[in-house]
């Protein structure tokens, strides 16, 4: 490289540097100090390199991410939160993470960088815009409207505000056309968001379920459940007060008896019962008809509610099961299964004790041991060992004769509990594990049991040890066992601890091991945005999946974990077709290539419904060849070979093997199943309009007498109620005519 320097003559030779005080007499103060500097002269080099202005354009085009910009890397879209569900939290689990991550950034840069935010981290969009809705980010929410950036997605946007009570952003949401669902007062309802309720009922036509009034009672908003009652004809369920009711909400309670007709079930009771709501219970068996249940004496004494089972034992009839003893004694009320033995004829069974000992109540142990005989089984040490109490151990050993299994060594070394597995294996030398007891113990990283393991039993491990501390990041732990033990590894070792992001561990047992990786570990590091990883692992020329192994692999992820994929489709701003890809559950794909139209996308206000680009993957260059090694390959491929799926191929072999020789008609669909019917309902109505282009150009075409062309909807399609067409050659007509 070349040289900076002015003048061709060699640079004088190093000088020692001055002290302090040397260098205080020589340079009294800053400015004099720079008043003597060299004077070199301005170079175009430095002058670029220095440049603001250019290196700000030129950063955009390297690769990486702005510092402040790493934690959002594996944000993902939060999922709408659901009023279905009565018991949620006040706040959506999956927006208080979201809202834990971005809120410093916010407080920090406000909207200055949401530009930079945008063009580096393209999911971030739609993150951002949610974000800002749930949590009333107002200027967040004005900045996307007024850039265009409020992408039209399957978020209903009314709701998102109207669940976390943004009634200051309703009336916005509202006028630029966000659509809104019954889910809205729903939400807002469960919260005790009134003031939202009543925005909503007074400005929106989209209505409520009974679950408005279910959820409000549950969560005691008295208020909300007034407002409903006089203003919204919605109705309500059992659930209302049986919800009501588990909850101890009496005032709720007496409301809905003098004011509603629902009514409750027995579920009232033995959820207020198990509760311990002494004054709900009361009230419900003087007031209300419905009684109760065994569940409700039983879950009482459960829970160590003593004045309630005597309540339920003196004024009801229901009465109580073992369970009643059982559970008390497996929670350690001694109290309450000494008054049930006097005052009940239930009686108790061998839970009782086992119960006991696998929550460490030593003390009800013993009562029981002096008190019964019904005794306990192998569970007792079983349970109690795995659950890490030594004393009840000791104690059932000393007094009691059932003795235990082996499943107790190996919950004991799984949770790392040696003095439990030492006492174990004095105590009962016939006693014989297997190698699950080494294998859980290095999974979770407890090297000590693992040593001692080695040195003191022969039941040994297998390959899992080690794949499951690679994987975990016990480093201690697969040191150990590649030098004290044979079974080794798998490639799994290598495949987990990237996945996890062990880059430490895969120096280890590339430099120690021979197993090496699959295409897994570039595929996760990648995915995970390790680049540190991904770097070192591209440098010792990893396995390197092709773009279509990756995709196949995600798809057999996506059917495996069976979870809500929360994928935003592309959406053509004024689509003419029907072929609508409706946004349901399921495991529709979606990858940056799919979000190549993202910024034509307008807000399109009637968005109940989102598409996809249109594809003919049912043509490939390049068809996958037989057999196929991974049976989900042929459900989720991104191909389409139908040949594949004859009888006799290897799919159809790999599919009797799996069931057993017996087959099952959904194995068979040729575009297979999952995201692989969405691809199929596309290619069936393009073939459909090649079909309709077809006849048009040939036939002249009329509809009969019997034609009924009022459509009518089933539930999942609206077709004619009957569609009957008559079909005359067309008479050809000469070029020239």
């Not at 944000?75 to 018991?87: A, H, I, V």
């Not at 509202?174 to 909503?200: F, P, S, Y």
């Amino acid at each position: 490289m070349g040289s900076f320097q002015s003048s061709s003559a060699a640079p004088p030779p190093p000088t020692r540097p001055l002290s302090p005080k040397a260098l205080k007499e020589t340079h009294p103060t800053v400015e004099d100090s720079e008043s003597h500097a060299p004077d070199y002269p301005r170079l175009a080099a430095m002058d670029v390199l220095q440049s603001p202005e250019l290196v700000g354009l030129i950063l955009p085009f390297q690769e990486g991410i702005y510092e402040d910009m790493v934690p959002f890397c594996r944000l993902t879209l939060p999922t709408l939160p659901d009023p279905d569900k009565l018991n949620d939290p006040d706040v959506d689990p999956d927006f208080a993470a979201l809202h834990a991550v971005l809120s410093p950034w916010i407080a920090r840069f406000g909207t200055s960088r949401l530009d930079k935010l945008f063009a580096c981290q393209r999911h971030m969009h739609h993150i951002v815009l949610l974000h800002s809705i749930y949590y009333c980010v107002v200027d967040h929410v004005f900045y996307l409207y007024d850039n265009d950036l409020f992408f039209a997605t399957y978020y209903p946007h009314i709701d998102l505000a109207a669940i976390n009570g943004q009634a200051r952003l309703l009336p916005f949401l509202d006028h630029i056309g966000c659509r809104g669902t019954m889910k809205a007062i729903d939400g807002a309802a469960q919260n005790g968001h009134l003031e939202v309720i009543q925005w909503l009922v007074a400005n929106r036509l989209d209505g409520a379920t009974e679950r408005a009034l279910d959820g409000a009672a549950a969560a005691n908003h008295l208020a909300v459940v007034a407002f409903l009652d006089e203003n919204r004809r919605d109705g309500a369920t059992t659930a209302a007060m049986d919800l009501a009711a588990t909850n101890g909400h009496l005032d709720m309670i007496r409301y809905l008896h003098t004011y509603r007709r629902e009514g409750c079930t027995t579920k009232a009771m033995d959820g207020a019962a198990a509760n311990g709501h002494l004054e709900v219970v009361q009230f419900l068996h003087e007031c209300r008809p419905e009684g109760c249940t065994t569940r409700a004496m039983e879950q009482a004494a459960t829970h160590g509610h003593l004045d309630v089972v005597v309540f339920l034992h003196d004024h009801r009839t229901e009465g109580c099961r073992v369970q009643a003893v059982d559970g008390a004694a497996s929670h350690g009320h001694v109290d309450v299964v000494e008054w049930l033995l006097a005052n009940r004829t239930e009686g108790l069974s061998t839970a009782a004790m086992d119960g006991a000992a696998a929550n460490g109540h030593l003390a009800m142990v013993e009562w029981l041991h002096n008190h019964r005989n019904e005794g306990c089984t192998t569970k007792a040490i079983n349970h109690a060992a795995t659950n890490g109490h030594l004393e009840v151990v000791q104690w059932l050993a000393a007094n009691r004769t059932e003795g235990c299994s082996g499943l107790a060594l190996d919950g004991a070394a799984t949770n790392g509990y040696l003095d439990i597995v030492q006492f174990l294996h004095t105590n009962y030398p016939a006693l014989r594990a297997s190698v699950q007891a080494m294998n859980g113990a290095a999974r979770n990283g407890h090297l000590a049991v693992v040593q001692w393991w080695t040195e003191h039993r022969k039941e040994g491990c297998t390959t899992v040890a080690m794949d499951d501390a690679a994987e975990n990041g016990h480093l201690e732990v697969v040191q150990y066992l590649h030098a004290h033990r044979t079974e080794g590894c798998t490639t799994k070792a290598m495949d987990g601890a990237a996945k996890n992001g062990h880059l430490d561990m895969l120096k280890y047992l590339d430099q120690n091991r021979h197993e090496g990786c699959t295409g897994q570990a570039l595929f996760w590091a990648e995915e995970k945005e390790f680049r540190a990883m991904a770097k070192w692992l591209k440098a010792k020329n990893a396995l390197e999946w092709s773009s279509d192994e990756q995709h196949s692999f995600r798809m057999c992820l996506r059917a495996k974990v069976a979870q809500r994929v929360s994928v935003v489709h592309d959406c053509v701003e004024q689509y003419k077709f029907l072929d609508f890809d409706f946004l349901m559950d399921g495991f529709l794909t979606g990858s940056s290539n799919e979000c190549a139209f993202m910024n034509i996308c307008k807000r399109l206000h009637a968005c109940e419904i989102s598409t996809t680009r249109n594809y003919a993957s049912h043509r490939t260059d390049a068809p996958r060849q037989e057999p196929i090694q991974n049976i989900s390959t042929m459900f989720y491929s991104d191909m389409f070979v139908p040949a594949r799926f004859l009888e006799g191929s290897a799919a159809w072999q790999a599919v009797l093997i799996l069931r057993k020789g017996k087959s099952h008609r959904l194995f068979f669909m040729p575009f297979g199943l999952g995201s692989m019917q969405c691809i199929a309902y596309r290619f069936v109505l393009t073939e459909m309009r090649v079909t309709l282009a077809t006849m048009a150009s040939q036939f002249d075409v009329e509809l009969t007498e019997n034609a009924d062309l009022r459509y009518k909807f089933n539930g999942f399609k609206m077709a004619p109620v009957k569609f009957e067409i008559r079909l005359h050659r067309a008479v050809q007509k000469h070029p020239k005519e």
